[in-house]
């Protein structure tokens, strides 16, 4: 996945996964002092950390984000990517935009690196959150990088805010929940979407399943285990696909008709300042699956 | 009785005429040895005459309809092709092979009726191979495969045999048998026409030859008064002496090449 | 006769135990008893829903693809008088997947739900077509023809991925190139059942004259058979029946080689006789593939195109080797 000419889109998409399969190789992120000022041309390679940086610094100073922000951006925070850049983290792009700071993530560094000496910037890590604890840390830590320590620690404190509001108010009746898309692994234990899951009153079914972390749901195995509601991740628009086929066959329509939810795949994945939000959403949502037992 | 004719047919491949304005009349109860050098364009002919190789111009007819009019699987009913050198591409049985020879007489579906396997037997039994019956042709000999392909060709009982060099890689004792049973079949009333380069066997058995050089045809007649030393030296380029052609004690002898040299 | 009888009572019950094994096996194991129960009580329960929605539909698939590589494999060998040749190795499974690829990832299977498999065909259609245009001449210029549409096809398939606007598209392109029957639905098998079944037509129609073209075909021509007919039937039935599988289960190498070859020196290696048993064994021989790959604990279920190449290269290369000693 390291090598160079793997597409980028497949590397930042599996992000999650691979976080998780280097939390235990990689170490403490190496976070390079900021430079003297503040960084006026800043170069995100990092879905999470181009999210975050459009939230807090202004335009001007964002010298290019990935492509793969549109779409997420179209749904957290409609416009805010107007006239900013776009680049694929190739070395092409990170000539052309000379940017005096690049965020990174932690698995595409000894690519960026490389790149990064050339134009003479610092190259940041940026951590995926597994917590929001990590949440907090990370928000931080790009505030600190980018100069707006401020601003970052009004985002963690509405997110506490929300956060602990939704504690005082917890359901007392707990579903039991998965995400599941066929074909792909379901996160268990140790991830952000199952504390989201747990801060939204349900359990998550995944860590039912032996392995921790990440692991996999056939369709007959996910008929069997009978989650109370399914959550898929959604970040696109109708767009076809096989998954798209795969996770809505026949069989779990039927079998779980008004009990399929989506969630904005970005939150859950990424782990931001809304990713509170995603809680807040998801605990409405969970609501309104039908009380009882599967009817099969 | 069966008449095949062609009428002025010409095939040409590459702007070159193989067989250039070839007509003849040929009918029942005659075997034609078709004689003439490499490359004289017997093997196109025959194509043509089988109606496998639709020529350029002229008409080749079957009892006076035209091949080109004739439905496919009742041409296939009334004559039988044999190419050179027939190769069986898969190990069939010597059997099977044979009775593919009855395809265009088979019901649209199911297998050999018990009259057909019949049949198949007394064919194989005519040409030797009784005893070889369910052994796969591809384990065969060259001059049991030859006689298995013919024994395929005869099945169907054909009025018109069209055979292109059937007697190639037979040893004598066979190429006498194979060229005594094509007689027979002639003097049964069939037409049998084949490409033969053994001129002593064609002397013998054949009631009629034709010969062709360039593609065209230069004699055509029965054997006592066509194939004569001088035919052969204008057709082959070889003095030979030919005594009693058309009877069972002919010979040819070659004496020499006359140029010198042969191709 | 006997014998042909009993190989064939052998074959067919290697068949139902295929696939009783397949719907009775499953990442989930459920007592056969209580399957069996739920097969006579049809009411949403978890056994009834397992088996009538995941293994059923799962299980047909791999029967029908199976014995529609195993015929067109049949066909092709007997067509083409060519013990390599077979959809896969030909290109026209590649061809299927790439038509289908460009139905469902640019939209428009969402738009008519038809385009999958008519898409599949095309592709299909394509592919064979080239191959044999192109081909004629030998195993060796067959098999080197339907490399290279293989591989401009597998090209275009991730070329075609790549530019898909979905972003899970580069990882479903092993799908394609690999192929599986799992988790499809009952639809897509409804849809590209009526193209399998003109396509097995279509190429049953060939069997007379395949049978003849074990003299070659000059002879076979000579005994009325209409070699052009014979191959545009051979090509359209290929087309239509792999083409419409394939845009269900992705390609699927190595079972059309396979099953003719197995059967052959049972039915006395008469072409027209190889089909239907050669559609036979491909059905048991993709059954049992896919039970396999459910057996094998891996944490995604293992590909089906990945077992039935594990076992079908060896015996490629047994049949390269026999054909280098065979052929001058």
């Known amino acids: 996945m390291k090598r160079p000419g793997v597409p980028a889109i497949v590397a930042a998409i599996s992000a999650g996964l691979l976080v998780f399969a280097w939390s235990g190789l990689a170490q403490a992120p190496r976070a390079p002092q900021p430079p003297p000022g503040k960084p006026q041309r ?137 995400a599941w898309s066929s074909g792909t692994a379901a996160p268990g234990a140790g ?19 032996p392995a921790a972390g990440y692991s996999s749901f056939g369709l007959e195995e996910l008929l069997a285990a009978r989650p109370a509601a399914i959550l898929r991740g959604e970040d696109r628009f109708g767009r076809p696909s096989l998954r798209d086929a795969a996770s809505e066959h026949p069989v779990i329509r039927e079998a779980f008709r008004g009990r399929r939810l989506t969630y904005p795949e ?31 | 009785m069966t008449r095949l004719a062609a009428d002025r047919v010409t095939v040409r491949r590459g702007g070159k005429a193989i067989v250039d304005a070839v007509s003849l009349a040929l009918e029942g109860g005659q075997f034609v040895a078709l004689i003439g050098p490499n490359g004289a364009g017997k093997s196109t002919l025959l194509s043509a005459l089988a109606g496998l190789l639709a020529p350029e111009s002229g008409t080749v007819s079957l009892d006076g309809v035209p091949l080109a009019r004739i ?34 007489r088979l019901p649209a579906f199911g297998g050999l009726p ?81 490409a033969i380069h053994e001129l002593p066997l064609a002397a013998r058995y054949a009631t009629h030859v034709a010969a062709l050089h360039q593609g065209r045809l230069v004699a055509f007649g029965p054997t006592a008064r066509t194939l004569t030393a001088a035919l052969l030296r204008s057709v082959f380029d070889v003095d030979a002496r030919v005594a009693a052609a058309g009877t069972p004690a002919a010979t040819v002898d070659f004496t020499s090449p006359v140029a010198g040299e042969c191709e | 006769m006997v014998r042909r009888r009993g190989w064939l009572a052998l074959g067919l019950a290697l068949l139902l135990a295929a696939t009783l094994l397949s719907l009775a096996i499953g990442r989930v194991w459920l007592d056969p008893r209580v399957l069996l129960a739920s097969a006579f009580a049809p009411e949403p329960s978890l056994a009834w829903l397992i088996l009538s929605e995941v293994r059923a539909p799962r299980t047909v698939l791999a029967l029908v693809s199976g014995a529609t590589l195993g015929l067109a494999g049949a066909a092709l060998q007997g067509l083409l008088r060519n013990p390599l040749a077979e959809p896969g190795l030909l290109g026209v499974s590649a061809g299927a997947s790439l038509g289908a690829v460009l139905a469902i ?15 599949g065909i095309a592709g299909a259609f394509v592919a064979a077509a080239i191959t044999l245009t192109v081909g004629r001449g030998g195993t060796l210029t067959m098999i080197l023809a339907g490399a290279a549409v293989s591989g401009v096809m597998g090209a275009g398939l991730s070329l075609a991925l790549n530019l898909a606007p979905s972003p899970y598209a580069a990882y479903e392109i092993t799908t394609w190139l690999l192929g ?86 049972f039915v006395g290696h008469q072409p027209s006789r190889v089909l239907l048993p050669a559609a036979l064994f491909g059905a048991i021989l993709l059954v049992l593939c896919d039970v396999a790959s459910r057996f094998i604990p891996t944490a995604l279920e293992l590909k089906l195109g990945v077992l039935t190449s594990l076992a079908g290269t060896p015996f490629f290369f047994w049949l390269v080797l026999r054909l280098r000693r065979t052929s001058p």
């Open chain 1, 191 to 209: 991830t952000l979407t199952d504390e989201i899951m747990r801060r939204a009153g349900a359990s998550n079914l995944a860590t039912r399943l």
């Open chain 3, 105 to 119: 990832y640019f939209g428009f299977s969402t738009a008519f739900a038809l385009a999958t498999p008519v898409c």
């Open chain 2, 114 to 194: 018990d009259a057909m396997r019949k049949r198949v037997a007394e064919v194989l039994a005519q040409v030797d191979l009784a005893a070889h019956r369910d052994q796969p042709v591809t384990t065969l000999s060259g001059g049991e495969l030859a006689r298995a392909m013919l024994a395929r060709a005869l099945v169907g009982d054909p009025a018109v045999l069209l055979a292109d060099e059937p007697l190639a890689g037979l040893d004598p004792r066979h190429a006498l048998g194979s060229v005594a049973r094509l007689r027979g079949l002639a003097d049964q009333g069939k037409l049998v026409v084949a």
């Open chain 1, 42 to 178: 800043i170069f995100s390679a990092n879905l999470c950390s181009d999210l975050l940086l459009l939230m807090l610094v202004p335009k001007e100073r964002i010298a290019s984000i990935t492509h793969l922000a549109r779409e997420p951006v179209a749904v957290l925070m409609p416009g805010a990517d107007e006239g900013v850049r776009i680049n694929h983290g190739t070395a092409e792009e990170l000539i052309r935009d000379r940017p005096d700071l690049i965020l990174a993530s932690a698995w595409s560094t000894p690519v960026m690196r490389r790149l990064a000496a050339k134009v003479g910037a610092p190259v940041a890590e940026i951590d995926s959150a597994n917590s929001f604890a990590d949440i907090r840390r990370i928000t931080r830590q790009v505030g600190a990088l980018v100069g707006e320590p401020a601003r970052a620690d009004a985002l963690v404190a509405h997110m506490d805010r929300t956060l602990a509001e939704l504690e005082r108010t917890r359901p007392s009746r707990s579903i039991e929940v998965v």
């Open chain 2, 71 to 104: 439905e496919r699987r009742a041409l296939a009913r009334s004559r039988a092709y044999l190419p050179q050198g027939p190769r069986a591409e898969w190990p069939v049985s010597v059997e099977r092979l044979v009775a593919l020879g009855l395809t265009p």
């Open chain 1, 266 to 296: 970005s939150l859950y994945t990424c782990g931001l300042p809304q990713s509170a939000d995603a809680v807040r959403d998801l605990r409405a949502a969970l609501a309104k699956v039908p009380p009882g037992d599967l009817p099969w």
């Open chain 3, 180 to 265: 599986s029957v799992a988790d499809r639905d009952w639809q897509a098998i409804l849809l590209a059942a009526p193209f399998i079944a003109v396509g097995w037509l279509c190429l049953l129609l060939t069997a007379r004259d395949l049978d003849v073209l074990t003299l070659g075909e000059a002879q076979a021509e000579s005994l009325g058979a209409d070699l052009a007919r014979t191959r545009l039937l051979a090509l359209a039935g290929t087309a239509m029946a792999v083409g419409a599988a394939t845009a269900v289960t992705g390609a699927i190498g190595f079972i059309g080689l396979l099953a003719p070859h197995l059967v052959r020196p």
